[in-house]
């Protein structure tokens, strides 16, 4: 079977590695099969610490132990592969690294945050339409097999609502639910799925915690942590009771699980995850942001 050949733009994450180790090595436990990656643009933002810093050793490690050919723009990395991770860890270049990408009509992957803002994430998803392109946006942590594992218990009722936590450390140039607080906000939409109305925060320097209404009356929380426990989890509401999960409890990589989900879409071009979706996680978390300004609830 042909391997779909990959390009990377954005080598400033631990998961350009990560991912290029999975694919490729057929010795790894949880090897996810169908693909390579064969080239990579490096990027890297200047003003963002722990990108710049990181981009050259990361561009180095690909290419000595994958063998992965580096580029010097994006648009190389179109043209000569069948789909594209576009990973960049600063969400706030993801909209213009697309709008460079999109009119060679590959599928594409964007790693979280899939933006800052949700007109950016709306203008990806009208750029996507406009050129008919595949596009998918996610945390791994959305499809962490613990997790879904437990979403299908449907002998336990249906999910009336859900408390997620994890950690939420701020990376200012991210904003500040942007970095870390997607995990567990893709996590709250993996089990309550979409329709939130309307978001509050209670904010202190240690933790916050969001809450959202959804549009059927239900209730979601995200609580993040800046100090005490670290762990991503979930306890999940439904009708005849209520179950909790680790995240980690299964040992198998999220990466691998969110892998999973992407080399399908990029073999078939169907997403298993609605894009809109992915914009209302962005607008979740920035309601989230100006709910904490005003100190009051705030719609979506």
């Given at each position: 079977m042909t391997s779909l050949r990959i390009g990377l733009i954005g080598l400033d994450t631990s998961h350009a590695i990560a991912f290029t180790r999975l694919l490729h090595d057929t010795e790894e436990p949880f090897h996810v099969p169908g693909a390579r990656v064969t080239l990579a643009y490096p990027g890297g933002s200047p003003d963002f610490h722990l990108s710049i810093s990181r981009v050259d050793g990361f561009t180095k490690d690909i290419q000595e132990q994958y063998g992965v050919q580096i580029v010097e723009t994006p648009e190389e990395v179109a043209e000569h592969s069948d789909a594209?991770?576009?990973?960049?860890?600063?969400?706030?270049?993801?909209?213009?690294?697309?709008?460079?990408?999109?009119?060679?009509?590959?599928?594409?992957?964007?790693?979280k945050p899939l933006a800052l803002r949700s007109s950016e994430a709306e203008d990806i998803g009208r750029i996507a339409k406009r050129h008919a392109i595949p596009v998918m946006s996610s945390s791994s942590l959305r499809y962490a097999?613990?997790?879904?594992?437990?979403?299908?218990?449907?002998?336990?009722?249906?999910?009336?609502?859900?408390?997620?936590?994890?950690?939420?450390?701020?990376?200012?140039?991210?904003?500040?639910?942007?970095?870390?607080?997607?995990?567990?906000?893709?996590?709250?939409?993996?089990?309550?799925?979409?329709?939130?109305?309307?978001?509050?925060?209670?904010?202190t320097e240690?933790?916050?915690?969001?809450?959202?209404?959804?549009?059927?009356?239900?209730?979601?929380?995200?609580?993040?942590?800046?100090?005490?426990?670290?762990?991503?989890?979930?306890?999940?509401?439904?009708?005849?009771?209520?179950?909790?999960?680790?995240?980690?409890?299964?040992?198998?990589?999220?990466?691998?699980?969110?892998?999973?989900?992407?080399?399908?879409?990029?073999?078939?071009?169907?997403?298993?995850?609605?894009?809109?979706?992915?914009?209302?996680?962005?607008?979740?978390?920035?309601?989230?942001?100006?709910?904490r300004a005003i100190g009051n609830a705030v719609k979506l």
């Open positions: 594209i991770m576009l990973i960049a860890a600063d969400g706030r270049v993801h909209l213009d690294l697309f709008r460079r990408i999109a009119s060679y009509g590959k599928p594409v992957f964007i790693d097999a613990s997790l879904s594992e437990k979403l299908f218990k449907e002998e336990m009722g249906a999910i009336i609502g859900a408390d997620v936590h994890g950690p939420m450390e701020i990376e200012h140039t991210q904003s500040r639910y942007f970095w870390y607080g997607i995990h567990a906000a893709e996590m709250l939409y993996a089990i309550m799925g979409s329709g939130c109305r309307e978001v509050a925060v209670a904010s240690g933790h916050d915690l969001i809450i959202g209404t959804w549009n059927d009356g239900r209730l979601g929380t995200v609580r993040g942590n800046r100090e005490g426990n670290y762990k991503f989890g979930a306890l999940i509401h439904r009708t005849h009771g209520s179950d909790y999960v680790d995240a980690a409890s299964s040992g198998k990589p999220f990466y691998a699980d969110l892998l999973e989900q992407v080399i399908p879409m990029f073999a078939s071009g169907q997403s298993s995850l609605p894009f809109e979706q992915s914009i209302e996680v962005i607008r979740f978390l920035e309601a989230a942001e100006e709910s």
